[in-house]
């Protein structure tokens, strides 16, 4: 049981190019989300997923985009990075059962990104 | 709106001393409190929580009471180790019509020194 997976750990991009950030987790959890993490600023939501097929935007979600297409996998997109998203990136997903808001969300151990 | 406030840092304690990390809230309903631990490098991973007032949660000698009364949930631990020394997170969820969202504080260092 391997939890919640990032790919890749570290990446470096020039300013205008493109990449996929991979998030996978294996606790068969409904719920998956995508965080920044930036000094002095805490976690912010970038976007989020309910479901398989669902996306939804989060406190800071522009210029991202993200998709849900295997219940295990979301995956999230720089179309054309900019210097503004060096940050690091953490998954967490959850689980919908019992009460909403009670369920304690798992972590990936982050992406390091660099945009030049 | 519904929003978390947590005790800026850093924070620098020698080894064994008692540790307090203060946390706010504000949120509409009923929400649950959460405190998230940050290793140098690592992902964030629960520390604690508690789902209403008056619940105490407790784990690896931390412990935090949800105050409904004061919207409050601090962080405390008796008696720190150098392994303590992390960054540390407070969260809430569930508030009302947010379903599992979770808001979280920008974070608290902790160094302890030996």
């Known amino acids: 049981n391997a939890g919640v997976t990032q790919t890749p750990k570290f990446r470096v991009l020039k300013t205008g190019q493109s990449m996929t950030l991979l998030c996978a987790q294996d606790?068969?959890?409904?719920?998956m989300y995508w965080y920044r993490q930036d000094p002095g600023m805490g976690l912010r939501l970038i976007h989020y997923?309910?479901?398989?097929?669902?996306?939804a935007k989060g406190e800071v979600p522009d210029g991202y985009n993200v998709s849900r297409l295997k219940k295990q996998n979301f995956l999230l997109g720089l179309e054309s990075a900019a210097p503004s998203q060096t940050s690091v990136y953490f998954c967490a997903s959850s689980s919908q059962r019992g009460l909403a808001g009670r369920n304690e969300q798992f972590f990936g151990p982050g992406t390091r990104l660099t945009v030049l | 709106g519904n929003s978390v406030t947590q005790m800026e840092g850093p924070v620098t304690l020698s080894e064994e001393a008692f540790l307090t990390i203060n946390c706010t809230y504000t949120?509409?309903?009923?929400?649950?409190l959460f405190w998230y631990v940050q290793y140098p490098g690592e992902g964030l991973q629960l520390l604690l929580k508690?789902?209403?007032?008056?619940d105490k949660g407790s784990n690896k000698g931390f412990e935090a009471t949800y105050r409904k009364e004061t919207t409050s949930f601090h962080l405390e631990k008796g008696s720190v180790q150098v392994s303590d020394s992390a960054v540390y997170f407070c969260?809430?969820?569930?508030?009302?019509?947010?379903?599992?969202?979770?808001?979280f504080g920008t974070g608290t260092s902790l160094t302890v020194i030996p």
């Open positions: 949120a509409t309903g009923y929400p649950s």
């Open positions: 606790m068969n959890h409904e719920y």
């Open positions: 969260a809430l969820s569930g508030a009302l019509n947010t379903g599992n969202q979770f808001y």
């Open positions: 508690a789902t209403k007032a008056d």
């Open positions: 997923s309910v479901g398989e097929g669902t996306t």
